[in-house]
Nanobody, 124 residues
Framework: QVQLAESGGGSVQAGGSLRLSCVAS????????MGWFRQSPEKEREGVAM???????VYADAVKGRFTISQDNAKYTLYLQMNSLKPEDTGTYYC??????????????????WGKGTLVTVSS
């Protein structure tokens, strides 16, 4: 059974920080590109950040410099450190896994696995 279990969401004020975690199971983690996507009533699901097994990262312009994606391959865990949060960061954050050739924020529709999401609310 493939599972991606997100945690760490919550409600914070603008300028605050949150750290999201995603524990993967049921598939060979090292063979996938891991990423975070987010969705809100105002926006369709969009890519936030992705990381390859070798550690290469890519970020959406909206979060660059504020968010950091990382992973612990030995523990099959993906992280997203979110600093200087803004109200526009509000949304449900989803952990996703894609095969190496789909390791891009533009390949939202080609992710192999998705978590159920964790809600992040940033108030002004």
């Amino acid at each position: 059974q493939v599972q991606l279990a997100e945690s760490g969401g919550g409600s914070v004020q603008a300028g605050g920080s949150l750290r999201l975690s995603c524990v993967a199971s049921g598939f060979t983690y090292s063979r996938y590109c891991m990423g975070w996507f987010r969705q809100s009533p105002e926006k369709e699901r969009e890519g936030v950040a992705m990381i390859t097994n070798s550690g290469n990262t890519v970020y959406a312009d909206a979060v660059k410099g504020r968010f950091t994606i990382s992973q612990d391959n030995a523990k099959y865990t993906l992280y997203l450190q979110m600093n200087s949060l803004k109200p526009e960061d509000t949304g449900t954050y989803y952990c996703a896994a894609g095969r190496p050739w789909y390791c891009s924020l533009s390949y939202r529709d080609y992710m192999a696995y998705w978590g159920k999401g964790t809600l992040v609310t940033v108030s002004s």
